[in-house]
């Protein structure tokens, strides 16, 4: 019986947590075990991947396949949906939109996203409430060479969030985390003073090497951000 890339898997992380293959050891080539497991070598690639991607195994062109000699902990990144955030802690989410245009990219977008000269991108503004007081200002740019149908998306009801995440993945993401002051526009929209210290996180998400979007998030005053992994 053919065996999928799931069981290779299990089978092949089965085999290193029992010490069969002690870290530092080799791992049979993919053409070798395609033949044991009696599946395709993709099937194995795929499962063979999906283990170096888990910190299981090291993988190098010519050099073969190797049981690292010490698993790596990765932490799994998922674009989090600020709707989703505020309806789990109970909260009633509104969406507002501010502001949003096409244009030439400013050169600090363009520097940031790696742009050309002259590359075209949709900025765009946006609140989120919770229970109609401010939790979260949004500053967007989507780099419409990547994504053209961004140009004509409607973020009048919902977030370029929501619509991002439903159209389009990304293999790369760079975060930034910061704390900021609020400028007279930000103490405006949060309702807080101007001077008072806020969470800022800025966000550049990639697609196969070219930034789809890059977006500056700035949340109400004593917001407390928890990661998990």
């Known amino acids: 019986m053919t065996a999928t890339y799931r069981e290779i898997k299990a089978d092949i992380l089965g085999r290193i947590t029992r010490g069969e293959w002690k870290p530092g050891s080799p791992i049979p080539a993919e053409r070798e075990l395609a033949e044991a497991y009696g599946s395709a070598r993709a099937t194995v690639n795929r499962a063979m991947r999906e283990l170096a991607e888990d910190g299981i195994i090291e993988r190098k062109r010519k050099a073969g396949s190797r049981v690292r000699l010490a698993p790596l902990r990765q932490a799994r990144f998922d674009i989090p949906l600020v709707r989703r955030e505020i309806e789990d802690q109970g909260a009633a989410y509104r969406y507002a939109l501010v502001q949003s245009e096409v244009g030439r990219a400013p050169d600090w977008v ?3 996203m790696g742009l050309p000269a002259g590359a075209k991108v949709r900025h765009v503004v946006c609140l989120h409430f919770a229970d109609a007081a401010p ?3 949004e500053d967007r740019w989507i780099n ?3 994504l053209p149908q961004a140009r004509d998306a409607d973020f009048s009801a919902s977030g370029p969030n929501e619509w ?5 993945p990304f293999t790369e993401a760079e975060i930034s985390i910061s704390a900021t002051a609020a400028d007279a526009g930000l103490a405006a929209h949060l309702a807080c003073a101007p001077g008072d210290p806020l969470l800022q ?3 550049c998400t990639r697609w196969n090497g070219r930034a789809v979007t890059f977006v500056r998030l700035v949340h109400h005053r004593g917001h407390r951000m928890t990661a998990r992994y």
């Open 110 to 112: 363009r520097a940031r």
């Open 135 to 137: 939790y979260q200002h």
């Open 144 to 146: 419409l060479a990547v």
């Open 164 to 168: 991002l995440v439903a159209h389009v």
């Open 201 to 203: 996180i800025e966000r």
